[in-house]
């Protein structure tokens, strides 16, 4: 029982790490109105392991306040992030879940960013336009690269992640 929390514990650990990492080395895309946060590829690992969820959870928490953004969105960016990460974990079994576990963080932030854009950094531009753009990068980011992501790690679905997700 103790190994399996500290499996869990050093899995998000490393998870939260390699997300904040991302945004660091990614910094001029990960941010603002337009943006591809190569990160959110990460939102797919709870179809691996639910240690995924605490750990996307946090690093986006990090990056955020890591990229000098204001506490709305270090607040309610990490929120969406979560809510994708809970949504894939929740879709993990379904039929179709290399597709369908992907939609939760796609529309999660991509209903979620724009409003804090909006409210918090007073962009002056439209909720659809800036729902269009940030809703690109999260197909980008999850569609594409957290696509290639599940099936580069479905080969090895027991032995990275220990037991997998239940």
Request: contains cysteine; proline residues 6%.
């Amino acid at each position: 029982m103790r190994d399996k929390k500290v499996q869990m514990l050093t899995q998000a650990a490393l998870i939260a790490a390699i997300y904040v990492v991302l945004c660091v080395v990614f910094q001029p895309i990960s941010y603002g109105e337009i943006q591809v946060r190569i990160a959110e590829a990460l939102v797919v690992l709870p179809i691996f392991t639910p240690a995924a969820i605490p750990g996307i959870f946090v690093g986006c928490l990090l990056s955020n306040f890591i990229g000098g953004s204001i506490i709305i969105d270090v607040v309610c960016g990490s929120i969406a992030s979560l809510i994708g990460a809970v949504g894939t974990y929740l879709l993990r079994n379904s039929k179709h879940a290399k597709v369908v576990a992907l939609l939760p963080p796609i529309i999660s932030n991509t209903i979620i960013v724009p409003w804090v854009l909006k409210i918090g950094y007073g962009v002056n531009l439209p909720i659809p336009f800036m729902m269009l753009t940030v809703g690109i990068g999260e197909v980008i980011a999850v569609g594409l690269l957290g696509s290639v992501l599940i099936r580069a790690l479905d080969k090895y679905k027991g032995k990275i992640f220990g037991v997998p997700a239940e």
